[in-house]
């Protein structure tokens, strides 16, 4: 009996490992032109409209030909495997990639009509308009007061105590950390739990009146109690901006996202509304990759 079980196992190993390499060959032999996107990658009235983005690594091209739409008060979620390119193309959209040498960007991307690559554009404003909140939590080494007030201060939105105050006890309010922090806001944010820290930096991050927020995996590091209550974080936030999400997490594509665009080797390969892509996708790598045959 046992050897009948373990055989069985065995058979069922076996043709797993063969599924995911006939997947993987699938990936790897699909033809440049079977990979243009399928689904529509605008919205109406976007908050930024991305067009035939490119970004090359000196000689290496890692995004090709990407045109994408995100809209007002939507969360857009960006899956696919490592490599593919989804964090690349989301440090685009606030010209992160500009701190990496040898990195090109061609294309067009736009915030309320205003292109964000052209020689005027102040990149510290846009920042402040496009905020950022990274995989790991990267609070200031400051108090949890300074983290906040620090923006809002060198932007010169607040004018007076009262008034970054405030702009203080809002962020944090809308960030769900107030109640925690209130009492020891003089004390240092490295001292904050994962999560509470990776919701100090999202407060920072909106604490500048950005338009959108770019979360490029943000629940990564956290256990899976902080993460439920970022997602949480994130739904409520949409009410007031767009957020942009880089996620390994197809559960938490699900979960948070009213929209999903599916990378693969560079390629944007399929966007939809988040229930059509994981329920319904009509393009064949994307089947592949939600059901697990690679990636």
């Known amino acids: 009996m046992e050897i009948a079980i373990e055989e069985k196992k065995g058979g069922a190993l076996a043709a797993s490992r063969s599924a995911l390499a006939a997947g993987a060959k699938r990936e790897a032999t699909v033809p440049r032109e079977d990979r243009k996107t399928v689904g ?29 739409d995100i809209g ?24 992160m990639n500009d701190t990496i040498d040898g990195c090109r960007v061609t294309g067009s991307i736009r915030i309320d009509d205003n292109d964000i690559y052209d020689k005027r554009m102040d990149v510290v404003l846009l920042r402040a308009q496009v905020g950022m909140v990274f995989q790991k939590p990267n609070p200031f080494p400051k108090s949890i007061y300074e983290n906040i007030a620090y923006g809002p201060r060198i932007h010169g939105l607040a004018r007076q105590k009262e008034e970054l105050d405030e702009i203080v006890e809002k962020s944090m309010q809308r960030a769900g950390l107030w109640e925690e922090v209130k009492d020891r806001l003089d004390q240092p944010g490295t001292g904050l739990s994962g999560g509470q ?31 439920a209550r970022i997602e949480e ?6 009410e007031h901006y767009s957020i942009a999400i880089v996620t390994h997490s197809m559960q938490q594509a ?42």
């Open 40 to 68: 529509d990658v605008a919205v109406e009235n976007p908050r930024m409209t991305c067009r035939e983005v490119n970004v090359y690594y000196g000689d290496k091209q890692a995004i090709k030909d990407v045109s994408l």
């Open 233 to 238: 974080l994130i739904d409520e936030l949409r």
């Open 197 to 227: 820290q990776q919701r100090l930096c999202i407060a920072r991050a909106i604490a500048v009146s950005p338009e959108v927020i770019l979360m490029d995996e943000p629940c990564s590091a956290l256990d899976p109690i902080a993460t």
């Open 72 to 95: 007002r008060n939507e969360v857009v979620s960006m899956i696919g495997p490592s490599g593919c390119g989804k964090s690349t193309f989301l440090r685009c959209l606030n010209r």
């Open 254 to 295: 699900a979960r948070v996202s009213q929209r999903t665009a599916y990378f693969h080797l560079g390629d944007l390969i399929e966007v939809g509304e988040t229930d059509q892509i994981f329920t319904n996708p009509r393009h064949q790598l994307t089947e592949d990759y939600i059901t697990g045959r690679f990636g």
